[in-house]
């Protein structure tokens, strides 16, 4: 068996394809081994191999920017021996799951590599976050990745109609995305979820709190994932997972499992924005301004819409507030971009001070 074919046995199970081999050769030709990251900690990297899981060192590939740094889900090409053992480089990535940092430099955070669904899991046990949910959704889109919805502890809503009604909120909220239900404690709904994920690779993202480990460990079969109560006054919980892992599900595909996001900034997700809010981008289209802004242009359709009972106001004033958050994150590593949009602001509320001052003077 050539090295190349026991790569993809091996690997296999991780998702390793023909694909991934070819983007490999130069490396098998250094004598380097494939594999694929499954945790990364502290500058260090556990690695599956066609001959196991191997620890391996980063430092040879961090370099100063943050989104080129190793991380799951990553398929490197790492040392066969050596102590320290290091990671060569790693291989094109088709996809990449990115948030902004809370750091004043306006850096994104990668946070799982080649992923091909993104699964959002978000808590019944509190009142929904549609505005959140949109936001991971943004992100979801914008990384490459297909987007589902899993509302977890369905079994604490067991009025059907209740239950329904959240469905169709979170439905709204997420067009053209799967929405399920689950109770990973009684296993009602995971069928569904496991013929999702059976091929590729999934992230599962989410609050603490959300039930993303007991998730984790219905997906798995096994308790691979700790799980700790959330607290009744808010659904919270404490970060139970503190690294991304990467797990091989029985039923096919891969997991990786997230630590809790409280923070989930966006970062140069105007693509994945534009998604969630498609609804918003078909009614701009007869808007009588290719640049309407949607706030008080004469023949805006969008807000014709929300007159009429079309589009939720909810959906607008979120849609707005994640285009400012975006545009303002994408200004900061662009200074002409930056100059542009105060300008804009500054003739958006000149508008908005005449239409005022007009209004005023029928009231007169």
Excluded at 58 to 64: G, I, L, N, Y
Excluded at 117 to 143: K, Q, T, Y
Excluded at 164 to 190: F, I, K, N, W
Excluded at 238 to 246: D, G, I, M, Q, V
Aim: aromatic share 6%; net charge neutral; glycine share 10%.
């Amino acid at each position: 068996m050539t090295s190349s074919s026991a790569a993809l046995s091996a690997l296999a199970p991780y998702g390793w394809d023909d694909a991934w081999a070819d983007a490999f050769t130069p490396y098998e030709a250094e004598g380097l081994l494939p594999g694929r990251v499954i945790r990364v900690d502290r500058g260090q990297c556990d690695v599956v191999t066609p001959g196991g899981v191997l620890r391996a060192d980063t430092a040879f590939v961090t370099p100063h920017d943050p989104l080129r740094v190793v991380c799951t889900g990553d398929w490197v090409a790492v040392e066969p021996g050596g102590s320290p053992r290091y990671v060569r480089a790693y291989l094109p990535r088709r996809t990449s799951f990115v948030r902004s940092t809370s750091s004043k430099r306006s850096e994104g955070q990668i946070l799982a590599a080649n992923v091909d669904h993104a699964v959002i899991a978000v808590s019944l046990a509190v009142e929904l976050d549609l505005g959140r949910v949109e936001r991971f959704l943004a992100l979801a889109w914008e990384s490459g990745a297909q987007p589902v919805v899993v509302l977890t502890k369905a079994d604490l809503v067991p009025d059907p109609v209740t239950l329904a009604h959240l469905v169709q909120d979170v439905e709204t909220s997420a067009p053209g995305v799967p929405v399920l239900t689950v109770s990973a404690l009684h296993g009602d709904g995971l069928d569904t979820l496991v013929a999702l994920v059976g091929s590729g690779t999934s992230v599962l993202l989410g609050q603490s709190g959300a039930g993303k480990s007991t998730l984790a460990n219905a997906l798995v079969g096994e308790d691979v994932m700790d799980v700790r109560a959330a607290r009744d006054v808010d659904g919270k919980g404490r970060h139970t997972t503190t690294t991304r892992n990467l797990l091989a599900l029985p039923s096919g595909g891969v997991l990786i499992d997230t630590p809790g996001l409280r923070g989930v900034g966006l970062f140069d997700a105007g693509g994945g924005v534009g998604q969630v809010f498609a609804e918003i981008g078909e009614l701009a289209e007869r808007c009588r301004f290719h640049d309407c802004s949607h706030e008080s242009e004469p023949g805006c359709a969008v807000r014709t819409a929300v007159e009429d009972g079309e589009l939720p106001v909810r959906r607008l004033e979120s849609y707005r507030k994640l285009m400012r958050e975006n545009q303002w994150i994408v200004a900061k590593t662009d200074a002409r971009l930056r100059s542009e949009i105060k300008k804009d602001w500054k003739r958006r509320g000149a508008q908005g001070r005449a239409a005022m001052e007009a209004k005023r003077g029928r009231w007169s």
